[in-house]
């Protein structure tokens, strides 16, 4: 059976750190591990875009389109349409510093966070969360996915902490 990491993180990841988290996704897919992931833009198309067999991603879009991508196929799920959506919501408010502030669309970008770390059905942990957020800080809608998956004590490798990110480059050789 293979392990699955929820591969994620800000839309302004460094260059240098999207290059890694593509061969990280690559190297990963390659020891039998599946990816969760976003669909949005920086650290979330970088995985994407280092696993090379469809069937080996999950991408839980907010709804139907987005980011250009459709939900139907190519291993791109509308998160609206699953199983555990309304539980997903649900974690918005336990989660989220300020849910009250947030626009639908926003409510829905944070719920389908979840289903990256726990899966559609809301009962499929991820084994690992890679993530990348300016100084390894639990903040933007990464924080979300973060603080959620640390009350469940998934375990995290943050490539914005310098010392994760040189293990990681030590693990892939560069």
Known sequence: MSKIYAGIGARKT?????AIMEGLASRMEGEGWRLRSGGAAGADAAFESGVQNQANRAIYLPGRFFNQRTAGSGGYFDST???GWQ???ETVQQFHPAPDRLSPFARNLMARNAMQVLGPDLKSPADL???YT???Q????????????????IPIRNLGDPQVLSAVR????I
């Open 14 to 18: 460094p260059p240098e750190v999207l």
């Open 81 to 83: 349409t699953l199983p």
């Open 87 to 89: 539980d997903a919501l």
């Open 129 to 131: 969360v890679i993530a």
């Open 134 to 136: 300016p100084g390894g």
């Open 138 to 153: 639990v903040t933007g809608g990464t924080g979300q996915a973060l603080r959620m998956a640390g009350s469940l004590g």
């Open 170 to 173: 030590q693990y892939l050789g």
